[in-house]
């Protein structure tokens, strides 16, 4: 069920940094800890939660807007291959994300395009996903087959 396991002392933390094309810099990290984060029977376990944030190249101002840049698919290939990454080296049953659907008063890209990228590659990374839809956000869920 993962590296990380109930008798663990302590959470984990991975952290990677990498540049986009304009220059900005973005943030990924991933908290690993022993749990059951949706609450759902029998799936209490090794949980990863992800999180990634631009920080834009002029002020360093955070963001999680994917628009204007062109480099998303860039960015979101490269965010692919640190996930792909980590679950090879500690196999968790679940990895947990979400995307806001508005930032400010702008609508961002994040949920559409984590959704395409959960339809095409969870099943072959060994997860099945769940998600949960409210107004502003979409979470999903991965969990090992």
């Given at each position: 069920k993962g590296s990380i396991t109930?008798?663990?002392?302590?959470?984990a933390m991975e952290e990677y940094t990498f540049k986009t094309s304009d220059?900005?810099?973005i943030e990924f990290t991933a908290n690993h800890f022993w749990g059951n984060p949706?609450?759902?029977?029998?799936?209490?376990?090794?949980?990863?939660?992800?999180?990634?944030?631009?920080?834009?190249?002029?002020?360093?101002?955070p963001?999680?807007?994917?628009?204007?840049?062109?480099?998303?698919?860039?960015?979101?290939?490269?965010v692919?291959?640190?996930i792909k990454s980590i679950?090879?080296?500690h196999k968790p049953m679940?990895?947990?994300?979400?995307?806001?659907?508005?930032?400010?008063?702008?609508k961002t890209g994040?949920?559409?395009?984590?959704?395409?990228?959960?339809?095409r590659f969870a099943g072959k990374m060994g997860y099945k996903s769940d998600t949960e839809n409210s107004v502003d956000r979409t979470e999903w869920m991965l969990i090992k087959k």
């Open positions: 109930p008798d663990s002392k302590k959470n220059g900005g810099t949706w609450g759902i029977p029998n799936y209490t376990g090794h949980t990863v939660a992800i999180e990634f944030v631009k920080r834009d190249a002029q002020y360093g101002h963001t999680y807007d994917m628009t204007g840049e062109g480099d998303a698919m860039r960015i979101m290939a490269t692919l291959d640190i679950i090879k080296k679940t990895i947990t994300f979400m995307a806001d659907k508005i930032e400010g008063s702008k994040r949920a559409g395009a984590y959704g395409a990228i959960v339809k």
